[in-house]
Nanobody, 126 residues
């Protein structure tokens, strides 16, 4: 399974951006996927999760209501729609995947994901 993330860039506070993650080697519907991010000088943190085969969706509290994770099974893509961006959202964003669903207490653990894409930088600044 290979993942390739793109869509990052410079956006003003309050703006929107959509990240894309192209999946190859497996049907995205059969994968559990997640987005992580890592800000300068900080540890990598989980942002959002979407289970396989219509499984659960989770968000970290700071992005709930602003970010939306989705899959396009026809295009084999994963997206992260980010709205109302703030400087706190500035980070390198990574898409990750695994074959089986995770329980709610484990989705945020980066060690649970076998497949990773390269990062895409999101900078929120005026």
């Amino acid at each position: 399974v290979q993942l390739q993330a793109c869509g990052g860039g410079l956006v003003q506070p309050g703006g929107s951006l959509r990240l894309s993650c192209e999946v190859s080697g497996e049907t995205v519907n059969y994968l559990t996927v997640a987005w992580f991010r890592q800000a300068p000088g900080k540890e990598r943190e989980a942002v959002s999760y979407k289970g396989s085969r219509g499984g659960s969706t989770y968000y970290r509290s700071s992005v709930k209501g602003r970010f939306t994770i989705s899959k396009d099974n026809a295009k084999n893509m994963v997206y992260l729609q980010m709205n109302s961006l703030t400087s706190e959202d500035t980070a390198v964003y990574y898409c990750a995947a695994r074959r089986n669903n995770l329980v709610a207490s484990a989705w945020h653990d980066s060690r649970q994901y076998r497949y990773w894409g390269q990062g895409t930088l999101v900078t929120v600044s005026s």
